[in-house]
């Protein structure tokens, strides 16, 4: 019905940066908030970034004033761009939705697969 498909991610060094994209598709009605989380090894999934259907953000404290979550509502495409990265940044990364499908006619939350983020130091 609804899928998010995420790309991006990557390997990078200390420091460098990252682009990820997620594009919804399918039965999609609208799309109200949108987010990023993410997972390291070990540990329970996080919550990064949100923004809301105006444009609203909020990120977790530990990647303020580095990562910056944007969307394109026209696309129905979530972005993130990831700067200053560090090790403890890597953890696959998930692409959030709230979507609202012609199907069910209903808000539901939508995951993408994950996408590996991993920062070498």
């Known amino acids: 019905q609804v899928q998010l498909v995420e790309s991006g991610g990557g390997l990078v060094q200390t420091g460098g940066s990252l682009r990820l994209s997620c594009a919804a598709s399918g039965y999609i009605a609208s799309i109200n908030a949108m987010g990023w989380y993410r997972q390291a090894p070990g540990k329970q999934r996080e919550l990064v970034a949100t923004i809301s259907s105006g444009g609203s953000t909020n990120y977790v404290d530990s990647v303020k004033g580095r990562f910056t979550i944007s969307r394109d509502n026209a696309k129905n495409t979530l972005y993130m761009q990831m700067n200053s990265l560090k090790p403890e940044d890597t953890a696959v990364y998930y692409c959030?939705?709230?979507?609202?499908?012609?199907?069910?006619?209903?808000?539901?939350?939508?995951w993408g697969q994950g996408t590996q983020v991993t920062v070498s130091s």
């Open positions: 959030n939705a709230e979507v609202k499908s012609i199907v069910t006619r209903r808000f539901d939350t939508y």
